[in-house]
């Protein structure tokens, strides 16, 4: 069983950064692909940006340039620097990890499996 825990969040002016954390609580971390997504109030939720077993990383094309993920296996943790932060980012933020060990993933929920609760972002103009 894999459990999520998402931190970082909170309210930023247009142009400011943040930076959110995720730490997992599961058996070779190492293995899994993880990612973030977002979801905004009316909308569907979104692949943010995801990195894989293998550090290969993917963003939405309306994140690439200002966000960068990263994890850190020797702390089970994941982690998205958010700079240059738009109103239009403003939603909550999930982690989540794959479904299975040892697979690469794309930007789609269907891979993932396992989700923590979630921390908003607010981004005010």
């Known amino acids: 069983q894999v459990q999520l825990v998402e931190s970082g969040g909170g309210s930023v002016q247009a142009g400011g950064s943040l930076r959110l954390s995720c730490a997992a609580s599961?058996?070779?971390?190492?293995?899994?692909?993880v990612g973030w997504f977002r979801q905004a109030p009316g909308k569907v939720r979104e692949g943010v940006a995801v990195?894989?077993?293998?550090?290969?990383?993917k963003y939405a094309d309306s994140v690439k340039g200002r966000f960068t993920i990263s994890r850190d296996n020797s702390k089970d943790t994941l982690y998205l620097q958010m700079n240059d932060l738009k109103p239009e980012d403003t939603a909550m933020y999930f982690c989540?990890?794959?479904?299975?060990?040892?697979?690469?993933?794309?930007?789609?929920?269907?891979?993932?499996?396992?989700w923590g609760q979630g921390t908003q972002v607010a981004v005010s103009s």
């Open positions: 599961t058996v070779a971390f190492n293995t899994y692909a």
């Open positions: 989540a990890t794959s479904s299975r060990r040892w697979v690469k993933v794309g930007l789609g929920a269907e891979d993932f499996g396992y």
């Open positions: 990195i894989d077993f293998g550090y290969l990383t």
